[in-house]
């Protein structure tokens, strides 16, 4: 079969709030690295963009493959973009021993990064730090993890073999101290389509990336200037990147098309919705207007809505409206980021017909399917995936007056598209399955 896809979620495990070894999702790392060890006598390559490197069952069956042989290429974020914060003592899924020590994502990350970039014996294994950072206001925050965000956020593998290749996606980091979530992960073998963009990207990428042993905290990150790359997506794949010019505002036109075209129904699930009416100040662009105001996908979904096409949403977050909060001060959820323009999506939801909206606590997973056709991506349905900026200049941060920025404004996301009906129908199992859990809220 050409396509698979699994799942992983909290209920899968003993106890949800158990941090493990084995990372986030341990049945999806078990899944990612059978379906590499069931072809892995026809691999010559392996790609792996991976948001958080911190799992050391990972690495440690990477290594093995790279000492057999297959040349290994791993591109993550800095260390410096690893949560110091919240130390766990972690439990050992296979064994239930657990650490006698607590541990960060960041202490995991620091022991393999330390020893790729001390060791001088690590053949076929070569491992990248894709340092941009993307910001385009002067009022951020100190961001939790790092001074400012890193731009990359995918999850996917692209795995060259001998007579044909895999695309892995995965919603899950994969990471160790996080707790499991509902995730899933897909997996494309030898299709048409998607090959020729994702081995472009992946060589785009280490060009733009540094090489582990060349790489100094000292560096100056916050110059995110990159060269522009050349790009053509496919139908079926399309991704964002600082090196690809105008990439995330093309973005949003690629999935309205497919939103607008829509002849039943739609599902958006995502840990974040909020792409609604949002304006932002282009003065930071060579060629868009000084300010734009655009409706969103989500907006695009709501008129949807308006046409007859049955809409549901599915999200992580949730803000209710200030005359909503006694109906819902019970309800366990995690806000978004700028609540106020959630709140400007929801009040229009729940004015339109045709729209159901559940909110799960454990919700990571980001996709859209709209009536035979599945969109699986990487980004959350947010203002910034969609906004990109050439030429974002900050001398200083409102909240970090020491800070500076200069660069491009985009993040790196990743979406595919696919019409296999047994995957739709998977996906959709997914969406009853979460609408069905107790934890799952329905507040519209």
């Given amino acids: 079969m050409p396509y698979h896809c699994y799942f992983d979620e909290p209920d899968n495990y003993k106890n949800q709030f158990d941090f493990y070894e084995q990372g986030g999702s341990p049945f999806l790392l078990q899944e990612f690295i059978r379906t590499i060890e069931n072809d892995k006598n026809n691999i010559e ?9 911190n799992n050391q069952y990972l690495y440690n069956y990477l290594k093995e493959l790279a000492a057999n042989g297959i ?37 995991l990350a620091r022991k393999i990064f330390g020893e790729v970039y001390r060791s001088t014996s690590l053949k076929n294994f070569h491992f990248y730090v894709f340092s941009h950072l993307y910001v385009r206001s002067a009022n951020i925050k100190k961001f939790s993890r790092g001074t400012l965000p890193y731009s990359l956020h995918i999850k996917s593998a692209y795995i060259k073999k001998k007579n044909g290749y895999l695309l892995l996606m995965s919603s899950s980091n994969l990471a ?20 020729e963009t994702a081995n472009t990207f992946y060589k785009n990428l280490i060009e733009r990336s540094i090489a582990i042993k060349d790489y100094r905290s000292s560096l100056n990150t ?54 609604f009416n949002y304006n932002f100040n282009a003065t930071h662009h060579s060629t868009l207007e000084k300010n734009e105001t655009r409706q969103g996908i989500l907006g695009v979904v709501l008129k949807m809505a308006d046409k007859g096409i049955s809409v549901t949403c599915l999200s992580q977050t949730f803000a209710p409206l200030p005359q909503d909060e006694q109906k819902f001060k019970d309800v366990k959820f995690r806000s978004p980021v700028n609540t106020r323009n959630f709140q400007k999506f929801y009040t229009q939801l729940k004015n339109t017909k045709n729209v159901t909206y559940f909110i799960n606590n454990d919700i990571h997973s980001k996709y859209i399917i709209i009536d035979n056709l599945l969109i699986y991506c990487s980004y959350n349905f947010t203002p910034t995936q969609f906004i990109y900026l050439d030429d974002v200049n900050i001398p200083t941060f409102k909240n970090m007056p020491n800070v500076s920025y200069t660069g491009i404004h985009c993040e790196v996301g990743m979406h595919v598209i696919i ?26």
């Fill in 45 to 53: 390559e392996i790609n792996i963009s991976w948001y958080l490197f």
């Fill in 71 to 107: 040349t290994v290429n791993v591109i993550t974020i800095p260390l410096e973009g690893y949560d110091h914060n919240n130390p766990k003592v972690l439990k050992n899924l296979d064994t239930g021993k657990k650490t006698t020590q607590e541990l960060t994502k960041y202490n």
């Fill in 176 to 195: 160790v101290r996080d707790l499991v979530k509902n995730e899933s992960i897909i997996c494309i073998e030898n299709e048409p389509g998607y090959e």
């Fill in 222 to 275: 916050t110059c995110n200037t990159h060269d522009k790359a050349a790009f053509q997506f496919s139908d079926s794949i399309y991704i964002t990147a600082p090196f690809y010019d105008n990439s995330a505002n093309q973005l949003e036109k690629t999935l309205i098309n497919y939103l607008e075209a829509a002849k039943e129904k739609i599902i958006i699930c995502a840990q974040h919705l909020a792409a």
């Fill in 419 to 444: 019409k296999d009906r047994n995957i739709i129908k998977s996906f959709e199992a997914n969406v009853a399955n979460i609408k069905n859990k107790k934890q799952t809220i329905q507040v519209k």
